[in-house]
């Protein structure tokens, strides 16, 4: 993570189906080991790379929206979250700073939606959940235009595809729309989304995208590595300062004098219930 200190990953998976893996890195500094990252990560799974060529390893997931359209292997779709360490080694959400990967991943998964054939109900939502994953590939990359376009291509699910027993829509959209609401509510204030929602197609001055909508997101700072000090862990987010914050040894305390009879008293340190 560029910090200067050698790492340890800790990596535990629950054995359920489709469920749970959590991963944790610990930065070994001289002062004591410090929480970099800690997260639950469901059954994305997650995976180290450098992403930018800048030395240090960004960690990537897949936050999976599991049987939203139907089963688990045909609907669901996911959004792609990257973290990225900082100059205090700490990892945190970035996503938005790699949108020419976004973009180009975008590109890439146009191309194979145009040469995909979907012809039965399953594929059909198949081809919806693959039009979402393009949605999100596309608004993370800066071209948001686009990225609502495909979304113009969504079709009603059937009842063989077995629509997911916890939505009583068969309509993609208000799928969608449901899992906005809990990981990106600034979408849904989008005009074009309104559009979308309302079955209306876009505007031709939103369908044809310019030079400043294709414009990635201005990425957040990034810092040379360097070695940094040892934050406090309080201030480290999902740290574990009861577990890995070194204690001072207490002072040995005096034994009480010998005593033959009587009640024994205790004066060692107080004691939690």
Not at 5 to 27: D, K, L, R
Not at 214 to 233: F, G, I, M, S
């Amino acid at each position: 993570n560029g910090d200067g200190f050698p790492e340890i990953v800790f990596s535990n998976f629950s054995g359920g189906a489709h469920c749970c893996t959590t991963i944790a890195v610990i930065s070994l500094r001289p002062q004591g080991p410090v929480v970099v990252f800690d997260e639950e990560l469901g059954s994305g799974g997650a995976g180290f790379k450098d992403l930018d060529g800048d030395g240090r390893r960004e960690i990537r997931y897949e936050h999976l929206f599991e049987y939203a359209l139907g089963d688990f292997a045909h609907g669901t779709f996911s959004i792609p979250v990257i973290y990225s360490a900082g100059k205090d080694g700490v990892y945190r959400v970035n996503t938005r700073a790699f949108a020419q990967l976004m973009s180009n991943e975008y590109e890439a998964a146009s191309e194979e939606h145009q040469k995909a054939v979907y012809d039965s109900p399953i594929e059909a939502m198949e081809e919806d959940r693959d039009l979402i994953d393009m949605f999100f590939l596309a608004y993370l990359g800066g071209r948001s235009v686009e990225g609502f376009e495909t979304l113009t291509q969504l079709k009603p699910l059937t009842e063989e595809t077995h629509v997911n027993e916890n939505s009583s829509t068969a309509d993609p959209r208000l799928i969608l729309e449901d899992a906005l609401k809990k990981v990106a509510p600034e979408v849904l204030q989008q005009p074009e989304w309104a559009r979308i929602k309302s079955g209306k197609p876009l505007a031709p001055e939103q369908v044809k995208p310019n030079a400043q909508q294709l414009a990635p997101p201005k990425p957040t700072e990034r810092e040379q590595p360097t070695p940094a000090p040892t934050p406090n862990l309080a201030d480290i987010p999902n740290g574990s300062p009861s577990a890995l914050q070194r204690q001072p040894v207490p002072a040995p305390v005096p034994a009480p004098p010998p005593q033959t009879r009587g009640v024994r008293h205790y004066y060692g340190p107080p004691v939690h219930y």
